[in-house]
């Protein structure tokens, strides 16, 4: 008896939350080991239609740059990275594509639906949604920078009860253009101020952002993370994280938050829970 009256009094603590997301977008960004773990995978899939159910609009960007990796080296296609992206060649970016819409996707997709979820795979291509231009063609080819989002693809589909699925490729703006790869962080920003997010949250590999003693600092500022940027203590692979949230959140989005996807259930820990499990960063 006294572990139903536990399970009550969890139920009773995510009650406010429920409420107060109710009918709000929470765009989440999936990615590492929460996106290549098979129970992790199970999880994932669990906590988004579990915010679905209770009235949350969840919308969902995906990585895969692992993926993209091996499917790269089985083709024995070489590929160098400048400043930690990706030079995208024409044969590089059919790769892209192929990975992140036509294989991604369509298993987070395939793995939503069948845990009773309505999800659906698109990418910026679909309806030319996400359009971009190069982000410097001579350095990187065709890895892009985002100059639009058609809010109402997105805002459409969420109307009609679905949950998006992303993949972070653009169109370009002319005829036959092979598309633009996206960073994936960046993808998740652009969209979230787009369409009017409550929150973003980003699943990554670590606890959050951490002090030097390797302490997870729980909120963060924008002139806080400026600071830490500063001094090295966010540094690496942790900048374009941050860099991300603050352009969400520059964007109208009211809470950026970054957590450790290796937690099982961990979305729902930050969600419905008082202490959270990770970094949030607020305006």
């Known amino acids: 008896m006294q572990k139903k009256i536990e399970t009550v009094k969890t139920l009773l603590e995510a009650l406010p939350f429920i409420k107060q997301f109710n009918k709000e977008i929470i765009v989440i960004k999936y990615g590492g080991s929460a996106q290549e773990s098979p129970q992790l995978k199970e999880k994932f899939a669990q906590d988004i239609l579990l915010m679905y ?7 969902v960007i995906h990585g895969g740059g692992r993926q993209i990796n091996e499917m ?41 639906n069948s845990h009773g979820a309505k999800a659906i795979g698109i990418s910026g291509k679909d309806a030319h949604f996400i359009t971009a231009k ?32 992303i993949a972070p490729i653009a169109a370009g703006e002319e005829m ?40 997870l600092l729980s909120t963060l500022t924008k002139d806080e993370i400026e600071a830490l ?3 090295g203590t966010i540094h690496g692979g942790m900048v ?3 860099d991300a949230c603050l352009e969400a959140i520059e ?7 970054i957590i450790d ?10 969600l419905f829970t008082s202490e959270g499990v990770g970094t949030q960063i607020v305006k």
């Open 251 to 257: 964007g109208g989005v009211e809470k950026a938050h």
């Open 261 to 270: 996807g290796r937690i099982e259930h961990s979305l729902l820990l930050e």
């Open 53 to 59: 159910l209770v009235g949350i609009k969840p919308v």
């Open 134 to 165: 190069a982000k410097d063609f001579t350095k990187w080819g065709l890895t892009g920078n985002i100059t639009d989002v058609k809010s109402e693809v997105v805002s459409n589909l969420i109307a009609e009860k679905f949950i998006p699925v």
């Open 240 to 242: 374009p994280k941050v």
């Open 229 to 231: 940027k500063a001094d």
């Open 176 to 215: 036959g253009h092979p598309g633009f790869n996206i960073n994936a962080d960046l993808c998740a920003s652009y969209v979230a101020k787009a369409i009017g997010a409550n929150k973003i949250i980003f699943l990554t590999d670590t606890a959050g952002v951490l002090n030097n003693d390797k302490e």
């Open 72 to 112: 790269l080296d089985a083709l024995k296609i070489e590929s160098k990275f400048i400043d930690g992206q990706r030079v995208t060649s024409k044969e590089i970016m059919r790769i892209v594509e192929m990975v992140l819409s036509g294989e991604i996707n369509k298993e987070i997709v395939s793995l939503l």
